[in-house]
Structure formats: structure tokens, C-alpha cells
């Protein structure tokens, strides 16, 4: 996904808040889903994908206007969760790794959460692939 930082993302000295990392995965994360034909929440689906683990270490700073790239791809898949790697890069050199991890989730008739096992018609959609530091 390519994007630029807009002015409401930086802080007071002009570089991306941290947060924002999170949503440009997330963003990323629902053009990969969209790619895949799918959608990561549908209306009326009988699962949910929350979100168990993110992680981001952060190497070079982003500034107000700069245009990124948001590299995700699959780092895994298990029974009942999947794994994303992520790579944030601009002009060739790399901005923050991270990895997000979500789980599939079904509400019980108490209205709780319970882990299920991922779809087939969703994991089938996904491969995982590999990690282009190795």
C-alpha cells in the first residue's frame, strides 16, 4: 500500500506519532483482505477478527508529507489465528518493522467471545509468505 503522511498524523516536531503506525498496518491489513476478495468484517459474519498482539520497532522517523510504503504479508496462519509481518519503508530506506496477530473469534449465546477455527473460505484466501530478510 503507498501512502503520505498527513499533517494530522505528525506530532509537534513534525514526525509520524507512533500510533499511526498501527492504523497504516490496519490499513494495509484491509486492502490485503480486499485483494483476497474478502472483507475483514463483514455485516452478519458469524466470526470476528480482533486483534491479540501488535508490535512495532521503529528505525528511521516518517515527516508531514512523506510518501511510505506498507509492505504486509502473511507470516503465518493457525488453526484459529494469523499472523502478519510488516514493513514500513520510504525512498528506499526502512522506516519500522511490526507484526500484528489476530485471532478468529465466534459470541456465544452469553454473549461472550470464544476462539474458532479460521474458515476454510477464509484461510483458503492466504498464503503465508516468506520473510524477505531470509
Known amino acids: ?24 498496518m490496519e490499513e494495509a491489513e484491509h486492502a490485503l483482505w480486499r485483494a483476497a476478495g474478502l472483507s475483514i468484517a463483514p455485516v452478519a459474519s458469524e466470526v470476528g477478527f480482533p486483534r491479540v498482539s501488535m508490535s512495532f520497532d521503529f528505525k528511521s522517523p516518517l515527516r508531514f508529507e512523506d510518501e511510505f510504503e506498507v509492505h504486509l504479508r502473511v507470516a503465518a496462519i493457525g488453526r484459529r489465528s494469523m499472523r502478519y509481518g510488516c514493513v514500513v519503508s520510504c525512498e528506499g530506506r526502512v522506516v519500522a518493522t511490526g507484526s500484528l496477530t489476530i485471532a478468529c473469534v465466534r459470541r456465544t449465546p452469553e454473549g461472550a467471545m470464544e476462539a474458532t477455527p479460521i474458515p476454510e473460505s477464509i484461510a483458503a484466501r492466504f498464503a503465508v509468505a516468506p520473510d524477505p530478510k531470509v
Not at 514526525?15 to 503506525?21: K, R
Open 1 to 24: 500500500m503507498r501512502r503520505r503522511v498527513n499533517f494530522y498524523e505528525v506530532d509537534s516536531i513534525g514526525i509520524v506519532h507512533f500510533s499511526w503506525f498501527a492504523r497504516y
